[in-house]
């Protein structure tokens, strides 16, 4: 009698950066997709999803309140059992690389107690160092194509944040209508060493909902039920308005900034 | 002069019922209202009754209980199971004017301002019922034997439609290509929802059927019911898989001979 051994299966837990001004369905059904993607392989458990909403110094056109954005990311992941909100970088008083990001939630993976099936083992509030190798969650960034396209733009990333994220932790990139990961990656010298790290989820369903699409609807006046999970925070603070798009005209986007006279 | 009270009525599987239906009424509201000559006062989904014949179509009670727990917090959007409950599949136009017919009984008359019906209230206009649909809709107007060409006449002449599609003109081209649809151009309102959200019921029982979440696409409350019933299924996509589509089967549409040369 045979005993197949099953392989260990890598835990992986997934970090989602972005603006989520506001969030919408589209931005958890992200986190749905990628977990039925990477479970799918039959080589990952996903056992964890962060949204982590960026700072209010990113500096975006139109970008209300850290404080608004995360608890709307929070109100809409409540019917959730394993997708959460972490507001560790929205609270940093300036805009932090993503791989900053990365690595604080990495270190906070570490120093987690580990799980234990027997209950009131785990010592509360120890730290540990160094987890079980084989136990240590993977961290991946959550993303649209739009982001991995965006690394094509010049200024926008530093190329050794691109080569850590992508080596030291992973991608899980979920197509939209009109985007060719594969091909960016293909065409990509920095990337395609790394392409097995990158997990390219096809939608196959156009969903081209944005957060955009609804500020643009509510300064109209019209409804945006059922893109969201609940628009009632929105409606009762009359957050999104032809004066809350005006913040931050013309400014530069804060990452554009700080990479201001590096030439490549 | 008053805005015009309008109920809109969809008619359709609802196999299940998602939030792209659901965001059908949301956009056809706005759109009338902005209009300036409507008031949008109620909204209608009447699920097709199960002799409709439509592959995967699950029993009428589960899709009238799904949508019921889908517009639970509505406000505005009810479920109406007259027609789920016919015991033929009863044409589009029935439907109307069985509506019609309600809504009209429960106009109060002038000599009784007391009737708690606000939404009608303070309106010289009589309500009127318009059919809500998409683009698709639009094109089964071709397709033979499945409408009567009276029943055309009547859907846009007598109630109107109101038409949510994509920014692709698709709706813009099949009212230009049909006569009957053309005169009555004026009362087919076309509603643009501009960004893709292609998301149907088609895509959820897929998804469904392969164990996939569908989360985010439609109320979680239908989720559970629907894992609560195991509804949908690869057995449940096989009904009527060689069956007539009922419209077809009764309005005489002339049927293949068999070939059996």
Known sequence: MYFLQQPKKTKVVLLACGSFNPITNMHLRMFELARDHLEDTGQYEVVQGILSPVGDGYEKKGLIEASHRGEMAKLAAESSSWIGVDTWESRQANWLETVKVLRHHRQELLSREPDTDVVGTAKAGRKRKRMDASNEPRLMLLCGADMLDSFGVPGLWKPEDIEEIVSSYGLVCITRGGSDPEAFIQGSDLLWPHRHNIHVVREWVANDVSATHIRRALRRGHSVRYLLPDPVYIQERRLYTTESEQRNPGVVLAPLQKHAGRHE | ?261
Request: charged fraction near 25%; aromatic fraction near 6%.
């Open chain 2, 1 to 261: 002069m008053g805005r015009i009270p309008l109920v809109l009525l969809a008619c359709g599987s609802f196999n299940p019922i998602t939030n792209q239906h659901m965001r059908l009424f949301e956009l056809a509201r706005d759109h009338m209202h902005h209009t300036g000559r409507f008031q949008v006062v109620g909204g209608i989904v009447s699920p097709v009754s199960d002799s409709y014949g439509k592959r995967g179509l699950v029993p009428a009670q589960h899709r009238v209980a799904m949508a019921r727990l889908a517009l639970h917090g509505s406000g505005w959007v009810t479920v109406d199971d007259w027609e789920s409950r016919q015991p033929d599949w009863t044409e589009t136009v029935v439907t109307l004017r069985h509506h019609l017919q309600k809504l009209l009984g429960q106009q109060p008359s002038a000599a009784d301002l007391q009737m708690p019906h606000s939404s009608l209230e303070g309106s010289s206009e009589p309500p009127q019922l318009k059919l809500l649909c998409g683009a698709d809709f639009l094109d089964t107007f071709r397709v033979p034997g499945l409408w009567r060409a009276e029943h055309v006449e009547e859907l846009v002449g007598r109630f109107g439609l109101v038409c949510v599609s994509r920014g692709d003109l698709q709706a813009d081209r099949a009212v230009h290509e049909s006569d009957t649809l053309f005169r009555h151009r004026h009362n087919i309102f076309l509603v643009r929802e501009w960004v893709r959200n292609e998301t149907s019921a088609t895509e959820i029982r897929r998804a469904l059927r392969r164990g996939l979440s569908v989360k985010y696409l439609l109320p979680d409350a239908v989720i559970d019911y629907v894992r609560e019933h195991q509804l949908y299924t690869w057995q449940s996509e096989q009904r009527n898989k060689d069956a007539v589509l009922r419209p077809l089967g009764q309005q005489g549409a002339p049927s293949e001979p068999l070939n059996d040369s």
